[in-house]
């Protein structure tokens, strides 16, 4: 099956900073490279997908890079603020969708 | 006009209890899902159901039972709660069994069991 992993785990940024997440995958099937942000007691809400025929994707301060021979994508946010402390998740679509474990990104002012 | 509403949104219960957990969704989706959360933020797919067909089961104690009277609704029910339930269980839904589309998440229900 699909194996997906998600690193840092725990990520601490100074406001204004940058912080970059990224997820491995195994299966070269896959086509489909959601982000979710979950703040702290609230669902997984998507903040940005990527398709594997696009590279890259952009969305104001975030985006979402994709690299299929190395079966690696990563999620950037630049210029963080405060707003952006949340757990975030990579999940990747192949036959069934499979979640990274989450990173915990804490922005401090 | 929540798009996907479970309910309750907290249950605290014994061991040994049999609950239930509701999911609506009004976004005319075909596809609905359990996920459980557990302490260390890891979400795990439980079931999987397409137009009120069952097409995942990830191994999940058979007592748990989802029922989905109608492709807007999924429903989980657990029999003899056990310490281990402990967890917050999300509803999600999404356009079709296809896994190359988003999937829209519930406020999601936090089981505690005593």
């Known amino acids: 099956g699909e194996n997906v992993e998600q690193h840092p785990s725990t990520l601490s940024v100074q406001e204004g900073d940058s912080a970059v997440i990224k997820c491995t995958y195994s299966?070269?099937?896959?086509?489909?490279f959601p982000w979710y942000k979950q703040e702290l007691g609230k669902r997984p809400q998507l903040i940005i997908d990527?398709?594997?025929?696009?590279g890259e994707k952009k969305d104001q301060r975030i985006a979402v890079t994709l690299n299929k021979t190395a079966k690696h994508f990563s999620l950037h946010i630049t210029e963080t603020q405060p707003e952006d402390s949340a757990v975030y998740f990579c999940?990747?679509?192949?036959?069934?969708?499979?979640f990274g474990a989450g990173t915990q990104v804490v922005v401090t002012p | 006009d929540t798009a996907v509403s479970q309910t309750p949104k907290y249950l605290v219960t014994q061991m040994g209890n049999d609950k239930s957990i509701k999911c609506e969704q009004n976004?005319?989706?075909?596809?609905m899902y359990w996920y459980k959360q557990d302490s260390k933020k890891f979400l795990k797919i439980m079931f999987s159901?397409?137009?009120?067909?069952?097409?995942i089961n990830e191994t999940v104690p058979n007592r748990f039972s989802p029922k989905s009277p109608d492709k807007a609704h999924l429903n989980l029910h657990i029999n003899s709660l056990e310490l281990g339930d402990s967890a917050v269980y999300f509803c999600?839904?999404?356009?079709?069994?296809?896994?190359?589309?988003?999937?829209?998440f519930g406020d999601g229900t936090r089981l505690s069991i005593l």
């Open positions: 976004l005319g989706h075909d596809t």
């Open positions: 299966d070269s099937a896959s086509n489909y």
């Open positions: 159901y397409n137009n009120k067909e069952l097409i």
């Open positions: 999940a990747v679509g192949w036959g069934k969708f499979q």
């Open positions: 990527i398709r594997s025929n696009v």
């Open positions: 999600a839904s999404s356009i079709g069994r296809m896994s190359n589309q988003p999937q829209h």
